[in-house]
């Protein structure tokens, strides 16, 4: 028993919401990590992002024009690999399906051998009378099944073009991530939109994206609590009823 304290102690310690490092901020308010550089932190690794072919530099140099410029002042619209578009999802989905089924049926079968060459006697009377073979068939199945949908995601997030397609129709990837607490939140968007439904603010909605697939979960410890057993998704799996 005497052996056994240490250890409890420890374990109340340990289980409580932050454990022993809680402990510590008591009649404190949360430390905060002191500014850096970033890129010294031992988890920090350079992004790689798509980009668009260098340009050549001016033919003149004291020239403002780039060869192939069509124009003095840019459109600041999304137009080339690496740019960024803001991508809007607003999803408002309701929808109901009634189905109604019934279906009946009877069914009814006889045959008998009066004589068999000629001869009728009580030894085959079973095989001969007018009911020695009769079938008598009934079912009927009634169903009724109803589903109803209602689903609202509002989201918006920023995208990169990482293709540019040789129609002139960008391949777009958004990504984001939220984490509070001890929950990550993840949104995915990918899709292919045309230039021309790219609005000046530089914005573009779902609903102008083609192929388009929209991700939005998370994961974290209310995630795992939501989901159920990995035992309990292979028994629903493989139950026969």
């Known amino acids: 028993m005497r052996h056994s304290l240490p250890l409890i102690a420890l374990l109340a310690l340990t289980g409580c919401n932050g454990g022993i490092g809680s ?10 990590t002191r500014t850096q550089d970033p890129t010294r932190d031992t988890a920090y690794r350079p992004v790689t992002m798509p980009m668009p072919p260098l340009q050549p530099p001016p033919a003149e140099e004291a020239s403002l024009w780039r060869p192939g410029s069509r124009a003095f002042f840019k459109d600041q619209r999304a137009a080339q690999v690496g740019d960024l578009v803001t991508i809007i999802v607003d999803i408002t989905d309701n929808a109901t399906m009634v189905d109604n089924t019934s ?31 009769s079938t008598s068939s009934n079912n009927s199945n009634t169903a009724a099944g109803r589903i109803s949908r209602n689903e609202t995601v509002t989201v918006r997030v920023a995208g990169t073009i990482t293709q540019v397609l040789p129609n002139g129709n960008f391949v777009v990837v958004g990504r984001q991530e939220v984490r509070v607490n001890s929950e990550l939140r993840e949104l995915q968007v990918t899709g292919v939109v045309r230039p021309q439904d790219i609005t000046a603010d530089n914005t573009v909605t779902h609903d102008r994206m083609a192929e388009a697939r929209i991700s939005y979960g998370g994961r974290g410890q209310l995630s795992i609590l939501q989901t159920p057993r990995y035992g309990q998704q292979l028994f629903d799996a493989i139950a026969p009823f």
């Open 23 to 32: 402990l510590s901020e008591i009649g404190h308010p949360p430390a905060m």
């Open 103 to 133: 279906a009946s049926g009877t069914g009814s079968e006889s045959m008998g051998m009066p004589s068999i060459f000629g001869f009728h006697g009580k030894a085959l009377s079973h095989l001969t009378s007018s009911s020695a073979f």
